[in-house]
């Protein structure tokens, strides 16, 4: 529901409440790239010569067919989610909580890798971020798009970037994957007003998002209103502002049940 005309002056003074009191968290550390096993190898290096022998694992099965399986490759272009702002390090964060969850659906090896920024818009993903890419992805997901909201950028400034960023984005590798924007409108550390006004743009952009989605003919991922069944105190980093640990695992989670479908 749009805003009435008492409340926009409102939502324009908690947006300038918010740019001196919010304090978000910083791109954590860690490497921005990594392997996930396949979930059997566990299994495969714990079978003895006498499961072989006595047929129990065949020694085929305990050798190339489940130890040489070609790593599925992942990478992730975006926002603060992308870079896992609110924990304490890029192993917890969402992309490598993607591959975890990616690996034991696909039952592949997956490697991962980042190239994200705090702050970062879609247009940042177009002409900055995008040709840092040098690998040919298995899947390359763009999730960006709540700093394009709190710009306040029109809708046609969102319609060029994300189309172009597809494009640019579909050059590297035939399957792509586009992620909504998060959930910045529960955000604590917003005023009510401005949330209701951050919904509204989310929403709006949610659905400039899946139109264009649909005519580039790449899966979009609609997690602006995605249930995870955290409370507040749960979803939410100590900043108020970005998703916590848990919550990461359980967005990852729900990206990876859409997008898989593909694959």
């Not at 917003?190 to 209701?196: F, P």
Request: hydrophobic residues 40%; glycine residues 6%.
């Amino acid at each position: 529901m749009a805003l009435s005309w008492w409340e926009r002056p409102i939502a324009l003074t908690e947006a300038v409440v918010a740019q001196h009191t919010v304090k978000l968290a910083p791109e954590p550390d860690g490497e921005r790239r990594g392997s996930v096993p396949m979930p059997h190898d566990a299994d495969a290096q714990h079978a003895t010569t006498s499961d072989i022998d006595n047929g129990t694992v065949s020694s085929e099965a305990s050798g190339p067919t489940v130890r040489t399986a070609a790593p599925f490759s992942l990478v992730v272009v975006g926002d603060s989610l992308t870079v896992g702002c609110g924990v304490d390090d890029q192993q917890e964060g969402l992309v490598p909580d993607m591959a975890r969850t990616l690996a034991s659906i696909i039952n592949r090896p997956v490697q991962w890798a980042t190239y994200g920024r705090l702050g970062a818009t879609m247009r940042r993903v177009r002409f900055r971020l995008l040709p840092q890419v040098k690998e040919q992805p298995d899947l390359l997901v763009l999730c960006a798009g709540s700093n394009d909201v709190m710009a306040r950028r029109s809708a046609k400034e969102w319609r060029s970037d994300l189309t172009a960023a597809i494009d640019e984005a579909k050059a590297l590798c035939p399957h792509v994957v586009v992620i909504s924007s998060g959930q910045v409108y529960r955000s604590p550390a917003l005023g009510r007003v401005l949330r209701k006004a951050i919904l509204d743009m989310t929403d709006a952009q949610t659905a400039i998002s899946k139109r264009i989605c649909a005519d580039k003919q790449v899966r979009f991922v609609d997690m602006t209103h995605y249930d995870t069944g955290l409370t507040d105190d749960e979803f939410w980093a100590y900043d108020n502002f970005h998703p916590s640990k848990r919550c990461y695992q359980m967005l990852a989670d729900g990206v990876i049940a859409q997008a898989s479908t593909d694959f």
